[in-house]
């Protein structure tokens, strides 16, 4: 007996990759339901080898559904979301929306999945940032082992983090720098992205930094552990699908490099590939497609009591998304509906 499941957002990036993944890793499906907006209303999906049509998110009925994985921006989200949630569907959300709410989990499967049990105080589950998401599958084993007091990372995030629009706006300049007849203005960045990098991801807050890396200091520390001391950087590069995060690590207690890289081997959905060696680490092109969170440049830091440096590399539409979503729906499924 499988599950009844509904995708909200089903056109988008992130939404076409959960179909995806979801039959790529035969979960139980029983029924699916495609949700977009009215303007999308009968759109074609292809989910395995059916084509499914999208239906109306505004008159779609949630009842008598298992769970819904939300791929909606944090505006839809807070319409629709408590409404499925009251019907008795588990929302799994992919926005911002939920994960600072106390009364909400938020799940990296392969970190805390013992979080999703509290998912009935409001029957919404978070799915984090992209960004947090990578990062901590790489943490949390070496905090398992010599407890983490502080991070400093610095994230090299692809355009596709910030959808179709980031795509479509990398690609028109790149063709554009070899055109002098024609001209791209920057409009989803703030800057030209083509052969540029920009310090700058989500809007600035307060104290300097921006949103974006607010979210990676407040989301580590509800996924791993409140006492962790973050500090980011995040930077938006001219790629078209992969995050990359050079991250330095300070512990409390003394962890080897050669120690960490043995214990990165072994966690799960950690993938090391660590060569002192031309070409011996991962890039963002070759992590496209894959489930793995990689690790490589692993090396000891010698300007600090107990600290490490590690490289990390990942799909974000998979991990920081699609894949982490659907990792949470197979995770709930285990240890509380219990169909699949």
């Keep these: 007996m499988g599950y009844k499941v509904v995708i909200v957002g089903a056109t988008g990036n992130v939404g076409r990759e959960m179909l995806n993944i979801l039959d790529e890793r035969k979960f139980p499906v029983d029924e699916i339901a495609v949700l977009a907006s009215r303007k999308s209303l009968g759109t074609e999906i292809s989910f395995g ?76 589950i978070a799915n984090p940032n992209c960004s947090t998401a990578q990062m901590v599958v790489a943490l949390k084993p070496l905090h398992d082992r010599a407890r983490i007091k502080r991070v400093v990372v610095s994230t090299y995030q692809s355009v596709s983090g910030s959808g179709k629009e980031g795509l479509d706006e990398l690609w028109d300049q790149t063709k554009a720098i070899y055109n002098p007849t024609s001209e791209v203005p920057p409009k989803k960045f703030t800057k030209q992205i083509a052969f540029n990098v920009i310090p700058h991801i989500d809007v600035f807050m307060e ?37 990359s995060e050079a991250i330095n690590i300070e512990f409390e207690d003394h962890l080897d490099e050669d120690e960490a890289r043995d214990i990165l081997r072994e966690a799960p959905g950690c993938m090391v590939i660590d060569k002192r060696e031309d070409g011996g680490y991962v890039t963002p092109v070759e992590c496209v ?51 699949g």
Excluded at 209 to 237: L, Q
Excluded at 311 to 338: C, F, H, P, Y
Aim: aromatic share 8%.
């Design 49 to 124: 080898d059916k084509t499914l049509k999208t239906q109306d998110l505004a008159t779609f009925d949630f009842t008598g559904w298992d769970m819904a994985l939300f791929a909606v921006g944090s505006g839809p989200t807070k319409e629709f979301a408590p409404k499925a949630a009251k019907a008795g569907c588990v929302v799994i959300d992919n926005s911002s929306l939920y994960r600072y709410d106390p009364d909400v989990p938020l799940v990296v499967p392969e970190v805390n999945p013992e979080a999703v049990l509290g998912y009935d105080k409001k029957n919404i």
């Design 289 to 339: 497609g894959d489930y793995a969170t990689f690790i490589s440049r692993i090396r000891q830091d010698s300007t600090i009591d107990n600290g490490l440096n590690i490289w990390v590399v990942s799909d974000n539409l998979r991990k920081g998304a699609a894949l982490n979503a659907v990792q949470i729906a197979e995770t709930l499924g285990k240890r509380v509906l219990k169909k």
């Design 207 to 243: 104290d300097g930094s921006t949103k974006e890396e607010w979210k990676m200091v407040a989301e580590t520390k509800k996924i791993i552990d409140s006492k962790i001391k973050v500090t980011a950087t995040c930077v938006r590069v001219p790629v078209f699908v992969g995050h």
